[in-house]
């Protein structure tokens, strides 16, 4: 299975983004998603999840200026990054799988991950 993450880029300070997650097999409903992030030098650390059925968590750094959200016609996942810090500088992998654990809050890796998207926030 493949996931395709998109939306990536280049943004100042205080800009925003929409990264996009979908699945490149038709079978592949994603049930429970997340995103992680990697920044040079560090480990990977959770960002967001959502829940089959909708339930959302947020890092605490991403609360209130990150949301996570699904289209489950189009069979995606997004992130949309706002008031973005240089500190956001990362690489960014969304990971899902077809579970439906309606508690899913990112405390775990699932099955599939896709490619990472590169998201860089300058000063």
């Known amino acids: 299975v493949q996931l395709q993450a998109s939306g990536g880029g280049l943004v100042q300070a205080g800009g925003s983004l929409t990264l996009s997650c979908a699945a490149l097999e038709n079978a592949f409903t994603i049930g429970n998603a997340g995103w992680f992030r990697q920044a040079p030098g560090k480990r990977r650390e959770f960002v967001a999840a959502?829940?089959?059925?909708?339930?959302?968590n947020y890092a605490d750094f991403a609360k209130g200026r990150f949301t996570i959200s699904r289209d489950n016609y189009e069979n995606t996942v997004s992130l949309h990054l706002d008031s973005l810090k240089p500190e956001d500088t990362a690489v960014y992998y969304c990971n899902a799988d077809t579970t439906l654990d309606p508690y899913y809050s990112g405390s775990y890796y699932l099955d599939f991950w896709g490619q990472g998207t590169q998201v860089t926030v300058s000063s």
């Open positions: 959502i829940s089959a059925g909708g339930n959302r």
